[in-house]
Each structure stands twice: as C-alpha cells, then as structure tokens.
C-alpha cells in the first residue's frame, strides 16, 4: 500500500497536527496545558494521546490490527470517558484524523491516484471509530455502576448510623414472612 508509505514519512507531521487537533477539543486553559507540558508525570493526559497517536499512526501505515491498537484507544477513550464530553466529543477526535490525513497527503493523492487507497484507510479510520464508541460505552456503564454503587453505600452506612436500617430490615422479614 503505497499510502501507508506516504503515512510513515510524514507520521510525525501528522501526528502533530491530529494531536493539536485533539487538545482544542478541550477548553482553552487545558488546551494550552496539554500542548504545552511535555512531562509525562506532569502531563499524564498529552502523554497518553501522543503514545496513542503514535500506536493508531504506526497500525494505518501498515494492516491495521485491531488488537495492537486497542489498548492504546482505550487508553484515550478512558480519559475522555470520564470526562465531561459527550459520546460524540468523546469519539469525534478519530474522525479528525480523515482531515489531517487529507490536509498532508492530499497533493501526493491526486497525483499518484491513490484515491482507493484512501478509501481504505479511510474505512479503517470508521472501524477505529465504531471500536472506540463501544469502548467509550462500556468506560461509562462501569462509571455508572461505580456511582450507583457507591450511594447504595452511602445511604447503607447512613442508615446504619441512624438505626433505621435495622427497622427496615425488620420491616423486610415481617412482609416476606407474610
């Protein structure tokens, strides 16, 4: 595939500008931390997407494989899970790299005819997306669970501490019982 060629030559290019791309997502002071904060203690988020950005890059230049990319995706959809993104937001920044990828290679494209090459990336690009909308899915069920769990806790120990738990415990055996 000759266009995974022109993706490993201008990768960091690419890289770049989807990375760019991705942190204007947030808001502006965010935006300016991630780009600027290069640490990857200090900046755990710009790190996770750049290495993902990277793994998602190295895997279109060649035949991409789902299961080497996937925990680099979840990685990024993790982050933007528990954020305050919609499913959209959440999942969208895949859909960046069709535009950057066009913006870089487009000229090359034209020239070499390499519009079915396109398509193919391009496809992988959806699979990318559909994988990272049910990643994104699952990250939200388990947060909800998590929440849900942790105010039948809450409410638990409250009861507990007020006494009223054994009442309805009571209460919960006297009905059953009949």
């Known amino acids: 595939m000759r266009i995974g060629l022109l993706l490993s030559e201008k990768k960091h290019e690419i890289a770049k500008t989807w990375f760019d791309l991705i942190v204007e997502t947030y808001p502006q002071d965010t935006a300016n931390f991630l780009k600027t904060q290069k640490n990857r203690f200090g900046n755990p988020v710009g790190f ?3 290495e993902g950005i990277d793994a998602i890059l190295g895997e279109l230049s060649g035949e991409l494989d789902l299961a080497r990319v996937s925990p ?3 990685n990024i959809i993790r982050i933007r899970a528990i954020q305050d993104f919609t499913p959209s937001q959440a999942v969208g920044f895949i859909f960046l790299l069709k535009k950057v ?5 487009a000229s090359e ?3 070499n005819q390499l519009f079915d090459e396109l398509l193919v990336i391009e496809s992988q690009i959806d699979q990318l997306a559909n994988v990272s909308f049910d990643m994104y899915i699952a990250c939200r069920e388990k947060i909800y669970k998590l929440r849900a769990n942790e105010l039948r806790n809450r409410t638990s120990r409250i009861l507990k501490m007020s006494n009223m738990f054994k009442d309805t415990e009571a209460e919960e055996k006297d009905t059953a019982g009949f």
């Open 48 to 50: 996770t997407i750049s």
């Open 72 to 74: 680099y995706l979840d």
């Open 101 to 105: 990828i066009w913006e870089a290679l």
């Open 109 to 111: 494209i034209r020239k």
